[in-house]
Nanobody, 121 residues
Framework: QVRLVESGGGLVQAGGSLTLSCEVSGGDLEDRAMGWYRRAPGKERERVAAITWFGDEIDYGDFVKGRFTISRDNGKKTVFLRMNSLKPEDTAVYFC??????????????WGQGTQVTVSS
């Protein structure tokens, strides 16, 4: 059974950086766009970033404003989210997700368990 396993979350001070990783285990997810989402306490889930299968198109949430970078290594079946200049409002559980097709306009249907990111002020 294919699973998405996130890692790299933790506690960081405001202005710091973290890199999240999402590894595909138990199989392959070829030709799938991937994305990072987050859910903060009391808020709706929102998309942080998404990337097409070939990595040629990327979409970021407006709140990212150049601070985060999504990337992928299809050979290693891993997607990354590099987060710089973190703010307390970035505190959330971050989820990795896989879409049903190559582009991130497809539905995201497979989800990881999430990794907690906490940014202290």
């Amino acid at each position: 059974q294919v699973r998405l396993v996130e890692s790299g979350g933790g506690l960081v001070q405001a202005g710091g950086s973290l890199t999240l990783s999402c590894e595909v285990s138990g199989g392959d997810l070829e030709d799938r766009a991937m994305g990072w989402y987050r859910r903060a306490p009391g808020k709706e889930r929102e998309r942080v970033a998404a990337i097409t299968w070939f990595g040629d198109e990327i979409d970021y949430g407006d709140f990212v404003k150049g601070r985060f970078t999504i990337s992928r290594d299809n050979g290693k079946k891993t997607v990354f989210l590099r987060m710089n200049s973190l703010k307390p409002e970035d505190t959330a559980v971050y989820f990795c997700a896989a879409a049903t097709g190559r582009h991130y306009y497809a539905d995201f249907v497979l989800w990881g368990q999430g990794t907690q990111v906490t940014v202290s002020s």
